[in-house]
């Protein structure tokens, strides 16, 4: 009988070897890609998005434990979906409405979802505000926020094509502005002198220069200077005057 101290040990079989982070991310880069693409045309470039799903596939990579007996899918995906949405979440609003109203938009999307299933059509608001248990006015408000991502252009066309949208927002009409200061002004200024009145006419109408006006009445620049800052004054003192009752 051989004696047990001298039989050969049993070789160990080598442990199989687990694939490398880089060798993880090469694999499944095509499937962060496709995530990606989901989110496509909704204000940020593509090539964007597939770089923050790579980001996102490398650092599941990098924290994947086989030994963990979990599938290296089912932990990757939802590491690049959140990276994802963090990316709109921070870079992707050109109008940031709240964190509640971002926060209700988001519930109220796979609330949507879920009545559409359910009722065979588009749900209503107050519905959603019930399946929510939400008020009606803060789903309303979400819902009228929800093209914060990429609003309207300006530039855009609207009608036949010959306009833009940005052509039919009204503007400060200084037309306007003007009327209300000669309503104001034309009373005081009758009350000047001819020679005072002939000045403002033509440094705020004509709009000359102090040089040409002294040149027009006769007079040197520095008086015409000293001259209209009296006639200012006189102005200023006569709009304040309290209006005699009628």
């Known amino acids: 009988m ?12 080598p442990a ?6 880089d060798a993880l991310v090469e694999e499944n880069m095509p499937i962060a890609r496709s995530m990606a693409a989901r989110y496509r045309n909704r204000g940020i ?9 790579l980001l996102g596939l490398t650092k599941a990579a990098r924290r994947f434990d086989p030994e963990a007996g979990h599938d290296f899918l089912s932990y990757a995906v939802p590491t690049v979906r959140g990276e994802l949405r963090r990316h709109f979440r921070d870079a992707g609003w050109m109008v940031r409405p709240p964190r509640r109203v971002q926060e209700l938009q988001r519930r109220i999307t796979r609330a949507q979802r879920e009545l559409e299933a359910k009722l065979g059509r588009s749900p209503r608001p107050s519905e959603v505000a019930v399946h929510l248990e939400a008020d009606l006015s803060d789903v309303v408000e979400a819902l009228s926020a929800d093209g914060c991502f990429t609003p309207t252009s300006l530039d855009g066309a609207v009608g036949d094509g010959t306009s833009t949208l940005g052509d039919l927002l009204g503007s400060e009409d200084r037309e306007i502005e003007s009327a209300e200061a000669r309503v104001v002004l034309r009373p005081v200024v009758r009350r000047l002198s001819d020679r005072d009145q002939r000045i403002v006419r033509l440094r705020f109408v004509d709009e000359c220069t102090q040089q040409e006006i002294a040149e027009d009445i006769g007079l040197t620049q520095a008086q015409v200077s000293r001259v209209l800052t009296r006639i200012l004054a006189d102005l200023k003192e006569r709009l304040v005057e309290p209006t005699p009752a009628a």
């Open 16 to 21: 199989p070897s687990s694939p490398s982070s």
């Open 45 to 53: 470039d593509l090539d964007d998005l597939e770089q923050v799903a």
């Open 2 to 13: 051989v004696p047990v101290s001298i039989l050969p040990e049993p070789a160990l079989a």
